[in-house]
């Protein structure tokens, strides 16, 4: 059973800074590329960050770009998800999800205050 449970989100300052964890179990973690998603109000859900398995090729979408940066830990099957430099429109709830499988976690709020 795959598993992604998403944290680290809260209420920060314009130009503040969060980083946000997904620890997983369920699936080969090591061998599956990852992904933060996040859903900001009124929208849909959207792709914002991928990550390969290894660890060697990253891509954002363009709003994030240089402000985010995805990583990830293949020995505690953790990935992760920097944000500086955060603008009030990044304000949404963040969800991490594998390659290849169709389950989400709960998803973490994240809230930036102008």
């Known amino acids: 059973q795959v598993l992604l449970v998403e944290s680290g989100g809260g209420l920060v300052q314009a130009g503040g800074t969060l980083r946000l964890s997904c620890a997983t179990s369920?699936?080969?973690?090591?061998?599956?590329?990852m992904n933060w998603y996040r859903q900001t109000p009124g929208n849909e859900r959207e792709l914002i960050a991928f990550?390969?398995?290894?660890?060697?090729?990253?891509n954002y979408v363009d709003s994030v770009r240089g402000r985010f940066t995805i990583s990830r830990d293949n020995t505690k099957n953790m990935a992760y998800l920097q944000m500086n430099s955060l603008k009030p429109e990044d304000t949404g709830v963040y969800y991490c999800?594998?390659?290849?499988?169709?389950?989400w976690g709960q998803g973490t709020q994240v809230t930036v205050a102008s």
């Open positions: 990550i390969s398995g290894k660890g060697g090729s990253t």
């Open positions: 369920g699936f080969e973690f090591s061998a599956s590329a």
């Open positions: 999800r594998a390659t290849g499988y169709l389950d």
